[in-house]
């Protein structure tokens, strides 16, 4: 005992380790990890290659919304252009929406442990919780596995309807499953829908078992007179949840029955982080409304009473962290705040925190930012754009738009 003490305080503080369980960290989506890397000493582990490339629910980038007046839009459904990830348990788990699966890796070796395939793409990153991972899919269904195994524990489909239909060499649901699965106090939140002017479905089920009956399950039926659409991953707060529409503004539920309180204000998009009491969400183009000054933006709600805070002009990806923000503008990285400045970077995509360092992926690059003062740590270089990043038991991962899935330590 006294040679262990001894060993561990000439070793120094123990690096803190912290499991990635769903997209962006948390349900918060707040991409703020406590987990402190070597940022200087960072170099890349291995590199996962996907069978096929990522196959994306929405191709191709509109250069012009004609609509709304605005050139060079920034796209309002840019959720899966790369192979969402999260990691846990020592592995990293993606969602392939070209394999047909959700995938398990090695963490530090890249190999690939287990792959369960399914009837459609999977688009949305899974979620760990308790030695299982939940997912949905294209086909209609959620899905819940054992996480050491890959092993089937349960499924869901989500509507009365199974019927499949045509779309980019596939058949999908005309309900698919394109909101992912969030767990939060033993319940599995999930939706289901594809067109507006259809039904939609929410569910609420026991994350054991599956089951949508039983006290504080449902599943709740969204009118396609409401002219609503479920599309990117879902957020929650204790009593609210909060689901994205793509092209449209989000839709706020009471958690616990899952009635619908009504819309935010601005635009669509499927980036959306929760801060306080307050939502932020886009890239949106502005309400229903013409306008003729309309550019891109993220919308900041109050999301209780649905009311508009302010709007972040040409913005399309915010971090929050205390008094701390952090924007993706342009081909920039700006600060604001306690801390203040402003970093050039091409096409950044994406950004996560973790300890005191700022990671931004954008084209080809990884960069590692000093998050007070906007000094670049390191540079790590990829193939291709990088649309998620995710930090876990000492290790950075990106995955980009070529299926390549890298991890630096």
Known sequence: MKITLIMLLLLGPAVEAV???TWRKDNNRSGVTTEQLTDAGLTQSWVFTEHSSPQAAWYGTMKRDAWANISDPKDARAYDRAFNIIAADGKLFFASSSGNAAVALNAGSGTEIWRHTVEGSVRIAPTYDNDKLYFGSDDGRAY????????????????????????????????????????????????????????????????????????????????????????????ATNDRLFILQGRVSPLVFTLSTGSLQGRLPGGGGTFAVITGNNLIH???HGNNTWAKDRIYHLQESEGSTRTSVTRHSRAHRVLINGSNRYYLIRNAVQATGGNSWVGTLH???????????????????????????????RQLAVEGDVYGLAIADGKLFATTHAGKIYCFN
């Not at 092993?151 to 980019?168: N, V």
């Open 347 to 377: 096409q950044p995509e994406c950004l996560i925190m973790g300890g005191t360092t700022l990671y931004v992926g954008s084209k080809n690059l990884v960069t590692a930012y000093n998050s007070a003062s906007g000094t670049i740590l």
């Open 19 to 21: 499991d990635w369980p």
């Open 282 to 284: 886009g890239p949106g």
């Open 144 to 235: 819940c596995v054992n996480a050491d195994t890959g092993a089937s524990i349960w499924k869901y489909r989500g509507a009365p309807d199974a019927e499949m239909i045509p779309a980019d060499n596939k058949f999908i649901s005309k309900y698919p499953c394109r909101t992912g699965v969030l767990l939060q106090n033993g319940k599995a939140y999930c939706g289901f829908g594809l067109l507006p002017w259809k039904n939609n479905y929410l569910s609420s089920l026991d994350a054991t078992t599956g089951s949508s009956t039983g006290l504080g399950h449902y599943s709740q039926t969204i009118a396609a007179a409401e002219w609503y659409s479920f599309e990117g991953p879902m957020l």
